[in-house]
């Protein structure tokens, strides 16, 4: 891995889509969520973009097209760059499955049999919370992956395990919980989508990441990673332990535009 400072004039002017994750890579990490067991409550409290890097997206979208790839819900990604928000501003949730393109919301079909899939393996979990088991907080609302909020604990791998014995999922630790999904689709697939809606090549998009989820992304595109101990990527950022590495990408690149690469 390169330290991203060594980044070529000619890589940098390829470079036509930036890619943000968001968790760890320009929101602090720590989103709460609480649900009571009969699914009726929800309270959930994340965090904002600082008013400089949203200024900064301003500024960067004069260069750049932008995207936003999360394991978050479509709606929390477009009430995050609300106030960025147009034609040239792409979103992707729940980890490469809900796209969203020019007005249009673009996703893979699954078979009801996955759906049923999602459900049993939803009760087993919910029944570990009804039985007032509090290393578990309830479930984030989204429509192609389940995300239980809980503590690292080996029996969720384990009911995602008994579950699908096909071995069609995947079930990744986020640090908040786990994102368990298809194996058919991965911010990676996102990117590859990205890049055909637009016409260019996966490698015109540079991507950032930090976590499990962000592996495909940062491997398809021009992956800066801002944990290379977790991801892999070409690019790895520096930052300090204060200092989010999609905030200081979004300085680096301007500063590079500024002074023409
Ligand atoms: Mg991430």
């Known amino acids: 891995m390169k330290n991203l400072r060594e980044i070529t004039k000619e890589e940098l002017e390829a ?15 720590g989103t709460e969520l609480r649900e009571n067991a009969d699914g009726t409550e929800l309270y959930m409290k994340s965090k904002q973009l600082s008013r400089r890097f949203i200024e900064n997206l301003k500024e960067l979208k004069t260069h750049l097209k932008l995207n936003f790839s999360s394991g978050r819900n479509i709606l929390y990604l477009k009430s995050l760059v609300n106030e960025i928000f147009d034609e040239d501003i792409f979103l992707q949730a729940e980890n490469g499955n809900i796209s969203w393109f020019g007005g249009d919301i673009v996703h893979p079909d ?4 996955y759906f049923k899939k999602l459900k049993l393996i939803r009760e087993c979990i919910k029944g570990m919370m009804a039985q007032g088991d509090m290393r578990i907080r309830g479930f984030e609302p989204k429509m192609f992956i389940l995300t239980p909020h809980s503590d690292q604990i080996e029996e969720i791998p384990d009911i995602v395990q008994e579950a699908d014995p096909e071995g069609e999922l995947y079930c990744l630790w986020t640090n908040e919980g786990y994102d368990i999904g298809s194996k058919i689709m991965n911010k990676g697939k996102g990117i590859e989508r990205l890049a055909e809606y637009l ?62 690469f």
């Open 15 to 29: 470079i036509r889509v930036v890619t943000f994750d968001i968790d760890g890579v320009i929101i602090p990490t």
């Open 110 to 113: 699954y078979s009801a049999d």
């Open 199 to 260: 016409g260019i090549s996966p490698k015109e998009i540079l991507t950032t990441g930090n976590n499990y989820n962000d592996r495909e992304m940062l491997r398809v595109g021009k992956g800066v990673t801002v944990d290379p101990e977790r991801a892999e990527a070409e690019y790895f950022i520096e930052h300090k332990q204060n200092e989010l590495g999609g905030e200081l990408l979004a300085e680096f690149l301007l500063e590079r535009y500024k002074k023409n």
